[in-house]
């Protein structure tokens, strides 16, 4: 998308096991358990880790269940694919608008839909599509985090062992569950070896060209981890997974020249283009406290080559989650998903021997 850099969010995320987690490698050991957790090579040992993919797939899902709460019907469903039933020229998918944004935009680039529903498209050509018109169409979830036709603006690195922690894992016991009773399989039984409860990770969470409201789906996933809401890896419905997760300081950057911008403010992308494309709000901005906004709260503003930074610690930065949140909050509530994204039985017509 923008081949600018406007903003960005960065901060490093502590993360504590409260119990057992396991974010299994998918390798089998030859002798030992069954389940094993995911390690890498690092400083010459094989260390457990928390991969940021398994990271990001985690906090995506909760933000998809938050805004579905706040707003049915606005938020896509990233492993719904749509099929096509040749012979009755329909799409085969529970509900369009379920179906995953990409796969969406897919469809509509190879001429598949035929949109004579939408009046006003009545010619059916296969669709161009902007990488603006891509953003602007995703659903909020794939705005963030992205979809396989957008890359999204938000990267989480992999979590380490955070320097003063050690790395301790212990033998569990798993039952298999039967699929037909509900009770215990026999013979099912498997060892399963978990991080333990106790032990920090460390990783890096970035966001750069971000719109206001999206810096607060971070502050509430930030919340959300702090107060210990969100499990992460396998077997959470056995209990496990239980985390919690502390930040002690969110910087939030802009590049370049910006004038006009009081220190309690926080511009997001909307306001820094001040174009209104993309999607983007000339509006997009938020009022974190009164001024004078003071050092004492752990607010700090300082100027590095061409970056303009400015730091949230303590106070301001429950501020600056609880302005954020609210944003985030007002923007779902009054989110339209576009038409051509929510239509729930579009025909589609056969491609004429287009190559797709
Ligand atoms: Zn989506």
């Excluded at 599509?129 to 979830?141: G, I, K, M, R």
């Excluded at 239980?242 to 926080?266: C, D, F, M, P, W």
């Excluded at 503003?301 to 609880?322: C, M």
């Excluded at 954020?324 to 491609?351: G, R």
């Amino acid at each position: 998308m923008l081949k600018q850099l406007r903003n960005e969010c960065r901060f490093t995320l502590t993360i504590h096991t409260e119990g057992p987690v396991l974010i299994k490698s998918g390798h089998s050991t030859v002798s030992g358990p069954d389940m094993t957790p995911v390690r890498t090579y690092r400083n010459g040992n094989a260390e457990v880790y928390l991969p940021g993919s398994s990271l990001k797939g985690v906090f995506r899902s909760h933000i998809e269940k938050v805004i579905r709460t706040l707003n049915d019907d606005v938020v896509c469903n990233p492993f719904v694919k749509a099929d096509l039933d040749n012979q009755n020229n329909q799409l085969i998918c529970p509900k369009y608008s379920e179906v995953s944004c990409g796969d969406k935009f897919e469809l509509r680039q190879k001429d598949k839909l035929l949109v004579n529903r939408v009046p006003w498209r009545r010619h059916p050509e296969k669709e161009v599509l902007s990488n603006e018109v891509v953003y602007l169409e995703s659903c909020p979830a794939c705005r963030l985090f992205g979809s396989t036709s957008f890359i999204g603006r938000v990267a989480i690195s992999d979590a380490y062992l955070a320097e003063d922690s050690q790395q301790r894992t212990e033998q569990r016991d798993g039952v298999g569950i039967d699929r037909f009773t509900g009770g215990a399989a026999s013979g099912a039984k498997f060892d399963l070896q978990v991080v333990s409860s106790g032990v920090d990770f460390q990783t890096n969470i970035y966001m750069r060209n971000f719109e206001v409201w999206q810096l607060g789906i971070l502050m509430l996933i930030l919340t959300d981890l702090e107060n210990g809401l969100i499990r992460i890896g396998s077997g959470r419905s056995r209990g496990l997974g239980n985390i919690k997760a502390t930040v002690s300081e969110v910087s939030v950057n802009y590049l370049g020249i910006v004038s006009g911008r009081s220190a309690n403010e926080v511009w997001g992308l909307g306001k820094l283009m001040n174009n209104g494309t993309y999607g983007t709000d000339t509006t997009d901005q938020v009022t974190i406290q009164q001024e004078p906004i003071e050092e004492t709260q752990g607010f700090r503003e300082e100027t590095r080559g061409v970056r303009n930074i400015t730091t949230f610690r303590d106070k301001s930065l429950q501020n600056l989650k609880q302005a954020t949140i609210d944003t985030f909050v007002a923007k779902i509530q009054s989110w339209e998903m576009p038409e051509t994204m929510q239509f729930d039985h579009l025909e589609f017509q056969q491609d004429g021997g287009r190559n797709d």
